[in-house]
Each structure stands twice: as C-alpha cells, then as structure tokens.
C-alpha cells in the first residue's frame, strides 16, 4: 500500500536552483494539498488541488508554483530557491469532504535545504 | 490572524495525568473538524475526528462548539507512547485544509 509517495526525500540547493517536488498517490482521491513546515510553526498550505484541472493559493504560496498534471500527480516548483524556502515539504491527499469528516494522508515528506 | 490558533505548550505531564488541549477557529464556514498526531520529524496521522456532539476514543475525547469555534481535546490516563505534538486541523466548504501550529506534550515517567 503505497498511498502518497513524495520525492526526493531529502534534497539540498543552491541558493537560485530551480526544483521539482513530486507527489503521487494511489488512492483515487480528488484532492491534494502542498505544504511546508518550520520550526515552531506547524504546517502552513501553499497550494492545494481540490480536483483535477483545478489549484488554488494556500496561506503561503509566494515562490511556489504547482501542477496538478492528473488526478494522481501533483507537483511543486520552487523557480529560484532562497534560503527562506529550507523546509520540511509534506504533500497530501483526500477525498472531497462533504461534511463527513474524510481523512487527510500524508507522505513522508521532503526535507530540502537551500544554501 | 492565524486561522486556527492554539497553545504551542510545551505542556510536561506525569504519566496517568488528564491533560486538555485548547484551539480556537476563525472561519465560520469551517465545516470538518479534526486532531492529527506527529511524531518528531513523522508526517501527521489522523488522532480522530470532531463531531458536534463530542466524541470518544478510548482515552481520548474530543469536543466542538461551533458557536465559540472552538475545539479541544482531552487525554485521560496519559502514557509515555502519548509524548507528540498534537495538531489542530479545519477543513472548509472549498476543500481547504488548515493546520494549527501544533501543541507539543511531553509525558513524563
């Protein structure tokens, strides 16, 4: 049972390098979710996919961009990395919520520092 | 203004203590109410969802008041493998899913 798979695990860039994180899942759910986590700051939602063909900003989108490329596939682009972007990247995925409380699953993460 | 606020803590605890966590919510169309868990450096996993009408889970209870917009949860009869940081979390009408910054508990032997 794979469910949401992210990659690279761990990644380090140069301040300016361009990246692609890369997210799948196989659980068939129409939404998914990108976000970052700092110390002392829980997660914070940069993007998120609420189906396929659709994406909207989070609370923290600037400097990110993301496609959601099918239902399985969402992807985050960091253009010109800044140091300010050194995170713990955590994708998601769940079904549409219609007041049933649906779960939210997460992938292992991706710890990427930019130097 | 975060939207989903809570006490960062740490909160220390002896082992077999009740301890309460508190979060408040700002947005009034917030529709799905959840507590996740995470282990240092572990992606968040589902603790339990929060009904209207409260919800029990073992040892853990959750309760809702949707007209205060406020969340809590309770942990009964604590034990060492309860030591994380517990993570307040809305889901909205348009699928949004916000986290709070998460209230870190240490149980202590």
């Known amino acids: 049972n794979a469910g949401v798979t992210q990659t690279p695990k761990f990644q380090v860039l140069k301040t300016g390098q361009s990246m692609t994180l890369q997210c799948a899942q196989d659980m068939n759910h129409n939404s998914m979710y990108w976000y970052r986590q700092d110390p002392g700051m829980g997660l914070r939602l940069i993007y998120y996919s609420a189906s396929e063909g659709t994406t909207d900003k989070g609370e923290v989108p600037n400097g990110y961009n993301v496609s959601r490329l099918n239902k399985r596939e969402f992807s985050l682009r960091l253009e010109s990395a800044a140091p300010s972007q050194t995170s713990v990247y955590f994708c998601?995925?769940?079904?549409?919520?219609?007041?049933?409380?649906?779960?939210?699953?997460f992938g292992q993460g991706t710890r990427l520092t930019v130097v | 203004r975060k939207e989903v606020e809570q006490d960062p803590g740490p909160f220390n605890v002896p082992e077999g203590a009740t301890v309460a966590f508190n979060c408040t919510y700002s947005?009034?169309?917030?529709?799905?109410f959840f507590w996740y868990r995470q282990d240092c450096r572990k992606e968040p996993k589902l603790l339990m969802s929060v009904y209207s009408s409260g919800n029990e889970d073992g040892r853990f209870t959750a309760q809702l008041n949707r007209a205060s917009q406020y969340i809590s949860l309770l942990i009964r009869d604590s034990k060492l493998s309860d030591s994380a940081t517990y993570l307040c979390?809305?889901?909205?009408?348009?699928?949004?899913?916000?986290f709070g910054k998460g209230t870190r508990l240490h149980i202590l032997p």
């Open positions: 979390v809305v889901r909205n009408r348009d699928d949004k899913i916000i």
């Open positions: 947005n009034s169309a917030s529709q799905s």
């Open positions: 998601a995925s769940s079904e549409r919520d219609r007041a049933t409380h649906t779960e939210a699953f």
